[in-house]
Antibody, heavy 124, light 111 residues
């Protein structure tokens, strides 16, 4: 059974860089037909897709965050990572990683499974 | 602002059936068969409940069913139970390749 687990800094100072890693277990991150996503949820708000990466390294970012986001993959460690620079209080959220199906032939079909999520607070 | 419109809240009594709507456009729900639904309990990660409009992943109760008519998709929960109280999000493939794929979310309350 595939499982995803986020890890990283839970408290980040304004203007600094948020860094998170998602470890994938129970399956290979290099499996075809999937990409790997970061999604966040601000307190009391809905879901926001930050971006995704293929095992080949190809990425796509949400235009609203594109200038500050970097998603990378390490197939040797079966994990992928998120970096978000120049953070502000508006970046305070629970950050989820998720496997993204592209088996329907499009960039996105559904997300499954999700990691448990990790709260990142931006505060001095 | 979400690409897909959902009611803010829906409620029902135990044993009843409720339906949550998800309204999009001809660029997403109306044309493509890739609507999914997610259940999120407080403090937990979203869980895939329905994919490709009507399909249930293994392990998801058959009390959950999905459908679509025109630009509106629906999630029906039959035999409502206390454990169904949660937030529900719809999502759809969108032809513009935007990452804004989630609905605004619906809070389901079991009375």
């Amino acid at each position: 059974q595939l499982q995803l687990q986020e890890s990283g800094s839970g408290l980040v100072k304004p203007s600094q860089t948020l860094s998170l890693t998602c470890a994938v277990s129970g399956g290979s991150i290099s499996s075809g037909g999937w990409s790997w996503s970061w999604i966040r949820q601000a307190p009391g708000k809905g879901l926001e897709w930050i971006g995704y990466i293929y095992h080949s390294g190809g990425t796509y970012y949400n235009p609203s965050l594109k200038s500050r986001v970097t998603i990378s993959v390490d197939t040797s460690k079966n994990q992928f990572s998120l970096k978000l620079s120049s953070v502000t209080a508006a970046d305070t959220a629970v950050y989820f990683c998720a496997r993204t199906s592209s088996q329907c032939g499009y960039y996105y079909c559904w997300f499954d499974p999700w990691g448990q999520g990790t709260l990142v607070t931006v505060s001095s | 602002q979400s690409a897909l419109t959902q009611p803010a809240s829906v409620s029902g009594s135990p044993g009843q059936s409720i339906t949550i709507s998800c309204t999009g456009t001809s660029s997403d729900v109306g044309t493509y068969e890739h609507v999914s639904w997610y259940q999120q309990h407080p403090g937990k990660a979203p869980k895939l409940m329905i994919y490709d409009v009507t399909n249930r992943p293994s392990g998801v109760s058959n009390r959950f069913s999905g459908s679509k008519s025109g630009n509106t998709a629906s999630l029906t929960i039959s035999g409502l139970q206390a454990e169904d109280e949660a937030d529900y999000y719809c999502s759809s493939y969108i032809s513009s390749s935007t990452l804004d794929v989630f609905g605004s979310g619906t809070k389901v309350t079991v009375l």
